[in-house]
């Protein structure tokens, strides 16, 4: 179910968020509130595929066994390898099975027929969060927990499927507090300013890049040349595209959990104002960087012996970064270029190389830019395509296609570079309106939202992280 779906915004959440206030103020334990949120998250994430639910209920199921026999027995090393083991065959099954078969095959020289394997919804996140939580657990940061918290700390729908990856810390405690189930309206207007913000960027910015974006990759995977100013502008559309997606998804994430009273840790802070391209990872999916770095980069030593060693440990962790993005290619090629940007902005530092602030962004972006058709080719012949179009070897065409919004992308370069992020303005716009009477606000926001009806939101596309 998409957030930005008629059926989401105009039956799915009202209902939810209705209900589950009702029922925590009937209940003051929450016990049958927190049951119906987990109940409402299934809902949401089997949708459209309900033959989903069974294997994220097995998983749920086998990691919380893990982590109670973790924390039971003395070979906690042990048995944290097998919940290791349990999730990584699960992930690798579902997504990188074929992708090994086809290598395998190439090699070999024998033909290929892949396997009939469905690449469930959100596996990547929920597995890597359960890994956290299996490692927390093996290191005596998390107590006994109830299966019914687990399960919610799991399956929370504006989380469930693209995240952010939350640590138990950050979302377990919450269930218990007093005030947890309490409606709020600081809470809620809050949280609906951010929805809103979502949608925007998703429906309005996201969308429009994306049908240049997808004209463009189309004609190079049917091998329609295509000129030297729209691969540029396609570059720099599916920049914009892929940041205003993600940072929507993010905004709605955050503001459904707060209508709902829960705090979700940021996960977006304006990545393409980094100077660097390690800054740049401190800034863009901010807990997927964070697992990466806590349970992959230091435990491989971090940067702790050594430039050599430290390139070394960077490398490997985008690599795989890049395989959890996609069983392809291109995203193994993406994410050794990332680690090879990491890299070299911190030999820069080591070597006390300071360019001017304005340059460095522009740098960082027009590289992160670049790095990003790798991320949305086809393979990496198309890729190699595009790069050779834009390296001006084919000709110098300027001709731009009708699909290509240059106001649009113009809209959007200013707001990523000329406005402070989501996580300034919307807590500037609540101090203004906090002391407004509440009956114009609600008609706003009623206003607001049912004017997004007329728009045609069920054409709007899946979120991008959506294939990961």
Known sequence: MLFTSNIFLYAFLPAVVALFFVLARADHKTRIAILFLILSSFIFYGYKNPANITLLMGSILGNFALASQIRRHQQKAAIFILGILFNIGILGYFKYTNFLLENFSLISGDSYTPLSIAL?????????????????????????????????????????IIGPIVHHKEMMPQFSMANFGRFNWQNFQTGFCYLMSGVIKKVFLSDA?????????????????????????????????????????????????????????????????????????????ITLSRWLRDYLYIPLGGNQSGFKRTAINAVIVFLLGGLWHGAAWTFIAWGLVQGIGVVWAHLLKTLKICLPTSIAILFTFIFITLSWVLFRAQNLENALDLYKVMSGVQGFDLTLRESINLPVMAIGVVIIFGLPNSHTLVPWLQTRIANLPTAPVVVVMVVSWLALAAFDLDSSAAFIYFDF
């Open 120 to 160: 469930p919804l959100a596996i990547s996140f929920y597995t890597f969060q359960q890994i956290a939580f299996l490692a927390d657990t093996k290191n005596g940061e998390i107590g006994a927990v109830s299966f019914r918290d687990y399960m919610l700390f799991v399956t929370f729908f504006p989380q469930l």
């Open 209 to 285: 890049c994306a049908l240049v974006v997808n004209s463009v990759h189309g004609d190079i995977g049917n091998g329609v040349s295509i000129g030297f100013a729209d691969a540029w502008v396609t570059a720099f559309a599916f920049s914009l595209q892929i940041y205003f997606d993600f940072s929507g998804y993010t905004d709605m994430a955050i503001g459904i959990a707060k209508m709902l009273g829960i705090d979700l840790p940021f996960n977006f802070n304006s990545p393409y104002k980094a100077r660097n391209v390690g800054e740049f990872w401190r800034r863009w999916h």
